[in-house]
T-cell receptor
């Protein structure tokens, strides 16, 4: 398997523009997570899905952020309108529940977003 | 809720010397514990995890960690580091809930710098 695939790897946009980040999880994984990484706040969980259903979106910072998972092989994180403080690396991760505890999180390489 | 404190933001070590990266957690319930590594411009990879049983856990690349419940710690160690170990290391925690794959809570990371 190719692992978790994220696109774009880098995005530079201007304040007010819409940004869409994409993620393809590992085939067969039933959990998908979106994390944001910044120097100040570290890694923050934004939202996660189980079997395509959003379970917990309490980490989504504002209504400007939205996430969808229309099927088992695709998820998007959208920011509209974007602001400079949204600049960060956004990671997608997927996992499979295993007996005895939580499964390993497999991370994509991240999407580095810069909002000017 | 759970929280993770990584006491050192940066640890410089000479090549072939031993290293310990410190991690303390806070939780009102039993937890699972993890260490992830992030190489430059990459996503996170699992180094090792503690789910139950022996408190000494061995992981990949010669790393090990010891779970100490009384001190709420999960320090990461390696007896002899190599230049290739230069990376960011993250400690993470998840509350034991009998199953499921809720998102992990990560510490802010420790940058391990190997000096020749």
């Amino acid at each position: 398997d190719a692992g978790v695939i994220q696109s774009p790897r880098h995005e530079v946009t201007e304040m007010g523009q819409e940004v869409t980040l994409r993620c393809k999880p590992i085939s067969g994984h039933d959990y998908l997570f979106w994390y944001r990484q910044t120097m100040m706040r570290g890694l923050e969980l934004l939202i996660y899905f189980n079997n395509n259903v959003p379970i917990d979106d309490s980490g989504m910072p504002e209504d400007r952020f939205s996430a969808k998972m229309p099927n088992a092989s695709f998820s998007t994180l959208k920011i509209q309108p974007s602001e400079p403080r949204d600049s960060a690396v956004y990671f997608c991760a997927s996992s499979l529940v295993v007996a005895g505890g939580p499964g390993e999180l497999f991370f994509g390489e991240g999407s580095r977003l810069t909002v000017l | 809720a759970q929280s993770v404190t990584q006491l050192d933001s940066q640890v410089p070590v000479f090549e072939e010397a031993p290293v310990e990266l410190r991690c303390n957690y806070s939780s009102s319930v039993s937890v699972y514990l993890f260490w992830y590594v992030q190489y430059p411009n990459q996503g996170l990879q699992l180094l090792l995890k503690y789910l139950s049983g022996s408190t000494l856990v061995k992981g990949i690349n010669g790393f090990e960690a010891e779970f100490n419940k009384s001190q709420t710690s999960f320090h990461l160690r390696k007896p002899s580091v190599h230049i290739s170990d230069t990376a960011e290391y993250f400690c993470a925690v998840k509350a034991y809930s009998g199953g499921g794959a809720d998102g992990l809570t990560f510490g802010k990371g420790t940058h391990l710098i190997i000096q020749p």
